[in-house]
């Protein structure tokens, strides 16, 4: 199911650097997504967002929240009105005066099917983790140690097996990277080293 949002601009240029703070994040969360599976996607790709934020892209608390708050809402309506994705989560923060930053990334975290290019080093690399999180999450769950001890070559694999994961996109996938400039390997690597402590 996808919607275009038929609009390139989101948000307020003037909403520069105005945020929600966790609190309210978390009651957003909270009250919109109610599936435990889906509520895990969203934790775990907004704690790879925050992770290479900080680590790749060196950005301080401020901005590292910036980048942990679009994965922590990027899917927020999906649950609840998944005919309405990413448009309801969109207009409520652009209701709520949030950084037109975060809101384009958001609408930018599935292109082929919102028709919206991601521009920003945020917005790639929320496409980047989005589809590539819940393969390695899947992988996690068949391997009897989890992420202990899970290799690049193992999730290599999987992604060569079309029937593994059947709903993620590898063609969304190798589109991810190329936009973001980074490497597959490298992009596996950074979610396994980081994926495990949300789980
Ligand atoms: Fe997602």
Redesign the pocket.
Known sequence: MSLQLNRTTFGDAANKGNVLSKAEAEKLFNDWVINPRLQL??KQ?AHLMKSWAAEKENLNEEDQWRWEMAGLL??ADWDQWPDQHCKKIIEELERRNIDPEIIHAIAS?GPNHFGVAPETEMDKMLFAF?ELSGLIHAYSLMRPRGYDGMELKGVKKRLKEKSFAANVSRDEIDDACQRAGVPLDDLINFIISKQGAVS
Do not use: K, Q, S
Request: no cysteine.
């Open positions: 996607h969203m790709v990027h899917d975290h989005d």
